[in-house]
Each structure stands twice: as C-alpha cells, then as structure tokens.
C-alpha cells in the first residue's frame, strides 16, 4: 500500500477507513458547518421541505452575518428574519450578527481545528485548509440534507502538490503566490482536486498568509487547499487543539500525486489578477500608470491584521492620492479593535481612508464602495468578475495589500517599493 496524501489521512481520519484512494465515494462526519446571511432563508426552507424537525448536532453548526451587514436594500433584512427564526426554532446557539467575515470568523474563532472536516454555504470555505481542515463550499440544499443527516458523500480528490521553497523577496506576499499559481495553472487548473502546500517558504508563512493561499485556491478550481498543520495552526485556531495528534496529519513520503509544481520564492515578483479573468495574471511593473479611481483592501482574502499593517506601514504619514477613493475593511471585529489599539487604524484614516465596519461589503457588491461606470479598481479580493463591485464596465484588478497602498498613494497602479 502506498503512502497518503494530507488530504486522504483527514479522510482516513474522519472515516476510520484504513485506505483511500482518489476517485472513491466516502461519507465524512463534518466537525463544522457554516452557513451565511444570504444562503440561510434558502437552507431553511430546503430543511424543512426535506421533512427535518432537528438538527442533528446544533452545537456544529454556525450562522454568520457578514455578506449584508449592514443592510443595504430592505431585502436583506428578510435574511436576518428568517436566519433570527431558524435559529430560534433549531437552537442554534452560534450565531454572529456582526462579527466578521465567515471565514475569518471560523478560523479565529476556533470552530474549525487541524484535521476537521467543514462545509459552508460559500465556495472560499476552502479558506480553513491554512490550519490543515478539509474544508469546502456546499450548496443549499446540501447544506439542509447534512445539516439533518450528519453526513454527506465526498468524492477522494486527487492531490497536486505545490513546493514553495526559499524566502519572499521584499513586496512580495502571499497573494502573489496565489495568483501566480492561478496564473500558471488556469481558472480551471485545479478542478476537484486537493491543492497541498509544502516546502520551506510555505512552512515560514504566518497563519493570515496560508489562509490568503488557501482562500483563493478555489480560484483554479480547487475542491481544498491544504496545509500541513503546526504550532502555527495550534496556537492560531484554539489552544485547546494541542491535545491532538499532529503526527496522523502529516503527508507520507510516499504519498502519490497527480503533479508537483515548484516555485523558488526569490523568483517570485508582485503581480495582479487584470480584468476580467482571475487567471489573467501579469507582474505589476507592466501594469504600472493605470489609473484607478478607487482601492479596496479587505475580504476574507486579505483583511487580517498583516494586511493592515503592512498598508499602513506604506502608507503612514502620507495622503492617498487626490481623487481616489481608498476603502479598508477588517476581517472580523477582533482584527478591527487591534489594529485600532495598535493604531493602524490611525494611520489608515490620517492618509485618507475610509474604514468600515467588519464584514464582505464592497467584495460581494453589495453595501459601501460600489463603483460607477467605468470605473477602475484595484482590490484584495478574490474575484474580478464583471458585474461583481457595480455594473459589466467596472475594471477590477486583484492584487496584493501593498501594492494596493503604494497604488492609493500615486493613483495609478504601483510597484511598491
């Protein structure tokens, strides 16, 4: 028998299964499950047309506000109703109003661990794969039936392995790595497959910069990303997941893979996502002059309190540009009040910006920032599709925090320095 990847031993794990191999029908047990504000009137629907009176273990499941807080047309208020009502009747005892982003919420707040098996009702639930969980997007219905059932089939996914060996060069992020990868591999480079992250530049990479990588790996259409879990991860989810065995989530040195891709870190230079295709990727030195009217830093991509920081290291005692409009939202209420303690959050708003409360806003188009016609974004975010921060003729570029604040400061896209 041959070795495993990470992603069959959190299988094997879930399951009791001695084997598995890719391509093989399994039912997991999930550890958690999370719905958000715009899915949950349909998941309450589909529960109880589906013939459920409980569910199957309230205590799993996690109701979260983040993608219409705060309202922004009177329909999502209907969401709130009928997420207050399902609740209620089914004892949902987690529930965040207006905490944060879902993912960030679900990782800082210790829901998902190293090995656990999560879905949610958003496709960047694969975000949880930074602390070594399993972790994926499900649809409603989906969602109604395992909340239910305790239960749901998975198709074992074949692994690729992506080696980033060495040191970051100075500019270069996370993000960078990621849209590198898309880049290279395509939007569709990655379909149903677990994406697992190794080698010595990825074990350096702090918890905020896994979940960046591991949040956009749906992006090449990713089932999960993965990373081996650590001290990093232990410390970073909950204290109280050290008692697990961290040696039963390792890779075997035999594990098979469909392909390994490797990247020498100092190789690696700031690039951006163009309109209006994530694996549209150029280095930002060719891009540089575009004008942008507006700046986005924020989202489950990168609202985590490095990403602040390193904005505001950037942008400290200067002004953004004139004319240009920069955006900052935090990832969670928790990142909120630090960065304000540590007073980032001065920096931030003495160079002009304007920072909201925690949640997905301007990301999914929906309340603060939306852009006019023909306007021209550069953004942290994980999605440049047309329509997705105003109408079809917005321009959204994706790129890293600090080229986002070097970008504020000259009003065209920048190469920080």
């Known amino acids: 028998m041959t070795g495993h990847t990470l992603i069959e031993k959190i299988i094997m794990n879930n399951t009791g299964a001695a084997d598995v191999k890719p391509g093989e029908i399994v039912t997991v047990t999930p550890d958690a499950l999370m719905i958000h504000d715009i899915f949950v009137p349909f998941v309450a629907n589909k529960f109880e047309q589906m013939g459920f009176s409980k569910i199957w273990d309230p205590d799993r499941a996690v109701l979260i506000y983040d993608h219409l807080v705060p309202a922004a047309t009177v329909d999502d208020v209907r969401h709130f109703k009928a997420g207050d009502a399902f609740a209620e009747k089914y004892g949902l005892r987690h529930v965040h109003r207006n905490d944060g982003i879902c993912h960030q919420l679900m990782v800082e707040a210790g829901y998902v661990k190293p090995g656990s098996v999560a879905f949610g009702t958003d496709s960047h639930t694969t975000t949880y794969g930074a602390v070594g969980a399993f972790s994926t997007g499900i649809g409603y219905t989906e969602m109604a039936a395992v909340l239910g059932t305790g239960e749901l089939w998975v198709r074992v996914p074949s692994t690729i392995k992506v080696e980033l060996e060495g040191e970051l060069p100075p500019g270069v992020t996370a993000k960078d790595v990621i849209l590198r990868l898309i880049g290279d591999i395509g939007a569709d ?6 994406l697992e992250f190794g080698g010595s530049g990825a074990k350096a990479l702090s918890l905020a910069s896994r979940m960046t990588i591991a949040n956009m790996a ?12 650590d001290e990093k991860a232990l410390e970073y989810c909950d204290k ?9 989530l390792r890779p075997d040195a035999d594990a098979v893979y469909e392909k390994v891709i490797r990247y020498d870190a100092k190789t690696l230079e700031p690039v951006a996502a163009c309109p209006s295709q994530v694996d549209a990727v150029r280095p930002v030195r060719e891009l540089a002059g575009t004008k942008v009217d507006q700046v986005f830093i924020g989202s489950c991509t990168n609202g985590r309190l490095e990403d602040l920081s390193a904005a505001a290291d950037i942008l400290r005692g200067k002004k953004v540009a004139p004319f240009l409009r920069l955006v900052v939202t935090p990832a969670s209420r ?4 630090q960065a304000a303690e540590q007073g980032i959050l001065k920096d931030l708003t003495d160079a002009g910006a304007m920072v909201t409360l925690p949640g997905c806003g301007l990301c999914c188009g929906r309340a603060g920032g939306i852009m006019a016609s023909g306007e021209v ?6 999605r440049n599709f047309m329509g997705r921060m105003g109408d079809s003729t917005v321009q959204i570029y994706l790129a890293s925090p600090v080229v986002a604040a070097a970008t504020a400061l000259a009003g065209v896209i920048a190469v920080p320095n």
């Open 240 to 248: 109280a997941a050290g008692a697990l065995d961290l040696a039963k």
């Open 377 to 382: 974004v550069l953004a942290t975010n994980n």
């Open 189 to 194: 480079g990655a379909v149903y497959r677990a």
């Open 218 to 229: 749906v992006e090449a259409g990713a089932k999960c990303a993965l990373f081996e879990p």
């Open 334 to 337: 928790e990142i909120y009040q």
